[in-house]
């Protein structure tokens, strides 16, 4: 049974950290690009970053404030998020998509970031 479990999630104030993390259990982590997708209220899913191997994939609008990052040997994935700003406010989640067969793709269930003074 394939899960994701996303934690580090909460209430920051603007300008603070946070960082997620995501435990992968189930699959076989190296064969999976790893990433990480918000959803504000309203709307749509929308990428904030994903890494295949070393190689990694963000937003424009969110790079220098968000680094993703894995361990292949702990089959997690993290999202550093530093300078947060009320407008990152969202539920976070993880993905895993299979490196070769794409249709093959797990979501976990979701981690709420509020940016609130």
């Known amino acids: 049974q394939v899960q994701l479990v996303e934690s580090g999630g909460g209430l920051v104030q603007p300008g603070e950290s946070l960082r997620l993390s995501c435990a992968a259990s189930?699959?076989?982590?190296?064969?999976?690009?790893m990433g990480w997708y918000r959803q504000a209220p309203g709307k749509q899913r929308e990428l904030v970053a994903a890494?295949?191997?070393?190689?990694?994939n963000s937003a424009d609008a969110l790079k220098g404030r968000f680094t993703i990052s894995r361990d292949n040997a702990k089959n997690t994935v993290h999202l550093q998020m530093n300078s947060l700003k009320p407008e990152d406010t969202a539920v976070y989640y993880c993905?895993?998509?299979?490196?070769?067969?794409?249709?093959?793709?797990?979501w976990g269930q979701g981690t709420q970031v509020t940016v609130s003074s």
């Open positions: 993905n895993a998509q299979n490196l070769v067969v794409p249709n093959v793709n797990y």
């Open positions: 189930g699959i076989i982590f190296s064969m999976f690009e």
């Open positions: 890494i295949r191997g070393g190689v990694t």
